[in-house]
């Protein structure tokens, strides 16, 4: 199963790297279809369903055999800043026919992961080795098939802290970064029923990413009540939205989570003219009426429209006003002391 695999490895995305295990040196390939991509919200742990095939491969092997890729198309990136609308951008942007959307590939976390602590004793993997497995993944992503145009990957939020780097490993690459200002932020991520276990179970990584930018001691994460730690959340992936545009420029579009909800057509039209996508008329002009804005992205199977995030919104802002306003009182008090932070607040 393992030869048939790899062999096959580079020629379809039917075969799909959804894990890399370093610790095992190892990464695991399974097959799956076209129909399977458009459908997955995530492809993590969750679509290991019964029936799916697959079987696992060295690190080696995968590297020599991602090197056969020879028809990559152009490979893109959604970059985002946490419940912003980047699930449902990536769905719009598969309406067109000729994307590829891949939604939060489980490799690109453990990429992340691996460029924390890259150079330091604690690191499984030596620049050469990290460089080439980045170099494979990227590789392996651009694949397509017959009418895909360009692939997009649909990063997850805590992966974004390597979007410059994949920008300068991938010349060709474009991506769009969508956000929020600070306060809807606040009011999004504290409407959820899950909010406290997100925002805490983020929290590590968004405040070692903080510290190591600001001078200042920050308090420790237990002292933070859950409005100061959805702002801190707000910050740390603002910064690295920051980097990003600074680093990459023009080929970083930045798109407000609002502005898009309030403009689809036009907003979608930026994204595939920055993508460079065949942009047909027909599909610009549906867009707007697409039933991808009536279902929730990431769950298709359930209803969920901008009135009922309106409304979602309204009553977070009645529910959570006191955590809302201790968390833009820790911005502000940040950026009395950092002005690099008060220029993210305007």
């Given at each position: ?70 028809h990559g198309r152009p490979l893109h ?95 060709g690459a474009r991506a769009v970064y ?169």
């Amino acid at each position: 199963m393992t030869e048939a695999l790899l062999n096959a490895l580079a020629a379809s995305p039917d075969v799909y790297v959804q894990k890399v295990d370093v610790a095992r040196d190892a990464a695991l390939l399974v097959r799956l279809g076209e129909a399977a991509y458009r459908a997955a919200s995530f492809l993590d742990d969750r679509i290991l369903t019964p029936g799916l095939t697959g079987a696992w491969t060295s690190l080696p092997d995968l590297v020599a055999a991602a090197q056969d890729v020879s028809h990559g198309r152009p490979l893109h990136f959604i970059f985002h800043t946490g419940h912003v609308g980047s699930t449902l951008l990536s769905r719009l942007l598969d309406e067109s026919g000729c994307v590829l959307s891949l939604r939060e590939p489980l490799p690109l976390r453990t990429l992340a992961d691996a460029r924390d602590v890259l150079g330091s004793p604690e690191s499984l993997l030596g620049s050469a080795d990290f460089e080439g497995l980045e170099r494979a993944l990227l590789q392996l992503w651009s694949r397509g098939y017959d009418r895909t145009h360009s692939v997009v990957v649909k990063a997850t939020s805590s992966a974004c802290r390597i979007a410059t780097s994949l920008l300068e490993r991938r010349a060709g690459a474009r991506a769009v970064y969508l956000n929020l200002r600070a306060e809807p932020y606040l009011a999004t991520l504290l409407a959820g029923k899950n909010s406290a276990v997100d925002l805490r179970g983020h929290g590590p990584i968004r405040i070692r990413q903080l510290q190591a930018r600001i001078q200042a001691p920050l308090p420790p994460l237990h002292a933070l009540s859950p409005g100061e730690l959805a702002a801190m959340g707000w910050l740390a992936e603002t910064w690295n939205q920051h980097d990003a545009v600074e680093r990459a420029g023009s080929r970083v579009l930045t798109l407000d989570f609002g502005q898009l909800l309030a403009d689809v057509a036009g907003c979608v039209q930026r994204v595939a003219q920055h993508f460079q996508l065949p942009v047909e008329s027909g599909w610009l002009a549906g867009i707007a009426h697409s039933p991808v804005l009536t279902r929730y992205s990431k769950s298709p199977d359930f209803e969920y429209s901008p009135q009922v995030r309106h409304e979602l919104l309204r009553e977070s802002r009645r529910a959570n006003a006191a955590q809302i306003a201790a968390g833009l009182r820790w911005l502000d008090k940040l950026a009395g002391t950092h002005p690099v932070i008060a220029r993210k607040l305007t």
